[in-house]
T-cell receptor
């Protein structure tokens, strides 16, 4: 079974630009969550999508948005990039069940650098 | 508001000895706890979990202890091996809500 695939792996953008990151979950998984990892802050939850609907949302500004397609693939978008948005963005997929956000399987992440 | 805290950014342990990683939480609604391990340039991988109805869960060299009254959990690795060198994250959830992660502890196993 293929794992979670995130593209691209590395990205360099300029302040003010916008960026779209992609995540393909494990086949059969319908829940996709996005996290931002920065040094000293651990993994900060961005949002979770389940069956094309945003089900949970973290405390990030509206510049961060996402969506999920009917095949469960998900994209996240960051508009008007700031230097502080430089981070590793991780996507995780989870199987169905009462605890859809536990034992999440992570992708390798997209390293975004804003210059 | 950091609901899950790992107060030790790093830990160094000799190969063959016990590694103990600690995690504290503040939200009494958390009822499921997990540990993840992360190598550089890779995503975190699930290691072990524990439900709030238990106080201990064991899987091979890894044991997680939960002290609900102290809102504290710990991960014990015995014996520690060089391949255990990684960043370890604890995480918690309440019901079907999002996973809340700690800041991570970098474990280094010295030969």
């Amino acid at each position: 079974k293929a794992g979670v695939t995130q593209t691209p792996r590395y990205l360099i953008k300029t302040r003010g630009q916008q960026v779209t990151l992609s995540c393909s979950p494990i086949s059969g998984h319908r829940s996709v969550s996005w996290y931002q990892q920065t040094p000293g802050q651990g993994l900060q939850f961005l949002f979770e999508y389940f069956s094309e609907t945003q089900r949970n949302k973290g405390n990030f500004p509206g510049r961060f948005s996402g969506r999920q397609f009917s095949n469960s693939r998900s994209e996240m978008n960051v508009s008007t990039l700031e230097l502080g948005d430089s981070a590793l963005y991780l996507c995780a997929s989870s199987p169905e069940g009462r605890r859809v956000n536990t034992e999440a399987f992570f992708g390798q992440g997209t390293r975004l650098t804003v210059v | 508001d950091q609901q899950v805290k790992q107060n030790s950014p790093s830990l160094s342990v000799q190969e063959g000895r016990i590694s103990i990683l600690n995690c504290d939480y503040t939200n009494s609604m958390f009822d499921y706890f997990l540990w993840y391990k992360k190598y550089p340039a890779e995503g975190p991988t699930f290691l072990i979990s524990i439900s709030s109805i238990k106080d201990k869960n064991e899987d091979g060299r890894f044991t997680v202890f939960l002290n609900k009254s102290a809102k504290h959990l710990s991960l014990h690795i015995v014996p520690s091996q060089p391949g255990d060198s990684a960043v370890y994250f604890c995480a918690a959830s309440a019901g079907a809500q999002k996973l809340v992660f700690g800041q991570g502890t970098r474990l280094t196993i010295n030969p």
